[in-house]
């Protein structure tokens, strides 16, 4: 069954064409994941589709008796309301019957011998639960719960909510809706790594049709089952899984500029034919090849103006090995601690990951350690010759008034303008796209601007919190790609999946507002979380049972203890290194005469060696780390 058809469906801004003739059928079923650059008309279709915009022309039909719920990039809602009303505001059949029950319960109470009351009473009752209106409550909690909200926020008006907030509130609404199409636009924004795995889950449960604008790859590639590509205008469809078809649509594009050539080259022949013999002997033959040109149908060129960024993050060169020592941190504000006990060591190379639910403090954390904000507790040592660079989700170093070609050249003036647009053509913009004013730009826009700031000037550690965001796949490719080739450190919040998994080797967790590290990526870190959870399920049906076994505890009990030992002479050996290594490092700068090459010989083989042992202690460390970690998830 069709539930939404559209026809020729066209649409044009400031005259310039969004959707091109676009045609498509929705059916029972279909998971659409709807992609295509930023700006290229994702949000105008599903508008269009949910009846809020109109197409210039083309014709849009509904099944009949068919429902349907669009959820909005930013929610418009009554700010009185609190969230548990907007919510069950979504099924307002179900609130309809409910205020009927209460009505005939309030004339039951007069009159509880009333006949025809008890009549109408129980076809409401009945009516109320096909609705669901009997489950509806729980389903409401089950989607405030799975999406973040706590019990204690369900009260509260509207008004009190973050645009976060009322985000995740909006799609709470969308979810309990249950209608037979659901239309979502960025429903991850603002979702953290756990209730993007909750709503990942629910999706893939839905039997709804729906259509999915998303950025978030592991969740196109999970929950839909067709993809629409918006290109330029036109739309093409992929029957098939999101990593199906990225490799199709290379392939595609490859046939593409192939059959343009040959067709191209067959043209040229052909009109170089007709050209010299149109009046000659084969004027017959020249006229029939004329009449096939006319009615051939021209294959287009690949779009070459959509160029996706091509970004290099230059490295300021080779810090000291440690760059970054935390010893028993505490981040917070005033009074208020959010997170402590952080023991920290980020050395050359190193790339973090940093997740942790949305409020638990990654972003404090982060301004603490560049001191933005002051420890409330614990020291922060940063080794020598290393060089900061650090995005800041918020984006408040732009500067909304100037052009992006103004904005940029002020970092550094002295180039020429060249250079600076050559320099933001890598970034997408061109031409008089550079004189556009940052404050007018969109989300995405302003993200690429201020990585280009960023990227102006070289760095060798970066700290980056949501990098991502509103970034569209491409744009998140060329970062990928930028931060594999980038030879420094790094420290990354980001709550997108594939992307940690791509550009991370370790991972920082916050969980129940301490600081865990994993000696791997997110998904190390998630199959280990998993281990854990396994454990603690094994460990419960155990002790449940009452089996436990005495001699397995003590051994286990031992391990723990050997294991416990072990990183602490570790940890004590690679303080006296360091310490070794720093006076060494002290002596080769201002003690040792540079004309005692010798001595400066031999000091700088002793450093050397120094060095190669602390990276065996490091790895040593991390290993024991790991071992502790598998033994307190283990059952004794």
Do not use: C
Request: no cysteine; charged share 30%; aromatic share 8%.
């Amino acid at each position: 069954m069709i539930l939404i058809s559209a026809e020729s469906i066209t649409k044009r801004f400031e005259d310039k064409p969004i959707l091109d003739s676009v045609s498509i059928g929705l059916r029972q079923g279909d998971r659409i994941g709807l992609v295509g650059r930023n700006g290229t008309g994702k949000t105008t279709l599903l508008e269009i589709l949910a009846g809020g915009l109109k197409p210039d022309s083309g014709q849009i039909t509904y099944a009949k008796g068919a429902t349907l719920t669009y959820l909005e990039q930013e929610i418009i809602a009554d700010n009185n309301l609190t969230l548990w009303e907007y919510v069950l505001s979504a099924r307002e059949d179900i609130q309809e019957f409910g205020g009927k029950l209460r009505e005939i319960e309030r004339e039951l109470e007069r009159d509880p011998q009333n006949t025809k009351l008890l009549e109408r009473l129980g076809e409401t009752q009945r009516k109320f639960e096909q609705l669901g209106g009997f489950e509806i409550e729980t389903e409401a909690k089950i989607i405030l719960a799975g999406l973040g909200f706590s019990n204690d926020r369900w009260s509260s008006p509207l008004r009190e909510f973050s645009g976060g907030e009322r985000n995740r509130a909006g799609l709470s609404r969308t979810l309990l809706a249950n209608s037979d199409t659901i239309l979502l636009d960025e429903p991850t924004n603002h979702l953290d790594i756990e209730t993007t795995a909750w709503l990942e889950t629910r999706l893939v449960q839905s039997d709804q049709a729906m259509i999915l604008v998303s950025h978030d790859r592991l969740l196109l590639e999970k929950v839909v089952n067709v993809i629409w590509e918006i290109q330029s205008g036109k739309l093409s469809v992929y029957k098939m899984s999101f990593g199906a078809y990225v490799s199709e649509r290379e392939s595609r594009r490859a046939r593409q500029e192939k059959q343009y050539d040959l067709q191209k080259d067959f043209i040229s022949r052909t009109e170089e034919f007709i050209r010299k013999n149109l009046a000659g002997q084969k004027t017959k033959q020249a006229k029939s090849r004329r009449k096939l040109l006319e009615r051939i149908k021209k294959i287009s060129r690949v779009e070459t103006n959509e160029r996706p960024p091509d970004l290099t993050i230059r490295s300021s060169g080779r810090s000291f090995n440690h760059i970054m020592a935390v010893k028993n941190l505490s981040v917070g504000y005033g009074s208020d601690v959010v997170l402590s006990g952080i023991d920290i060591d980020i050395h050359r190379g190193d790339r973090f990951g940093l997740i942790g639910p949305n409020g638990s403090g990654k972003s404090t954390l982060i301004k603490t350690l560049l001191g933005e904000l002051k420890p409330l507790e614990g020291e922060i040592r940063v080794g020598g010759n290393v060089e900061f660079a650090y995005f800041d989700q918020t984006l408040e170093n732009l500067s909304d008034s100037q052009s992006i070609l103004e904005f940029i050249w002020s970092v550094d003036p002295q180039i020429t303008e060249g250079h600076v647009r050559t320099y933001l053509a890598r970034f997408g913009f061109y031409g008089d796209e550079t004189l556009k004013r940052i404050g007018d730009l969109s989300g995405g826009e302003k993200t690429k601007v201020s990585l280009a700031e960023i990227m102006f000037q070289p760095a060798n550690f970066l700290v980056f919190d949501e990098p991502t965001n509103h970034l569209d796949l491409e744009s998140r490719q060329a970062l990928e790609d930028a931060l594999e080739k980038f030879e420094g450190a790094y420290l990354i919040v980001s709550h997108d999946r594939y992307f940690l998994d791509t550009v991370t080797d370790k991972t920082f967790s916050i969980e129940n507002e301490v600081l865990v590290s994993y000696a791997g990526p997110y998904s190390y870190y998630l199959a280990k979380r998993e281990e854990r959870e396994r454990g603690f399920a094994e460990t419960e049906k155990k002790q449940s049972q009452n089996k436990e076994n005495y001699s397995d505890f003590k051994e286990l009990s031992r391990q723990r203890s050997r294991v416990e030992k072990k990183l602490k002479s570790v940890a004590s050996k690679i303080t006296d290194h360091e310490r070794e290594l720093a006076r060494l490092e002290e002596m080769i700068a201002n003690e040792i005469p540079r004309s005692d090459w010798e001595k400066l010989t031999e000091t700088s083989l002793k450093k050397a060696e120094l060095e190669t042992d602390l990276l065996l202690l490091y790895q040593e460390l991390e290993d024991t780390k790991a071992q502790k970690e598998f033994l307190e998830g283990k059952d004794p």
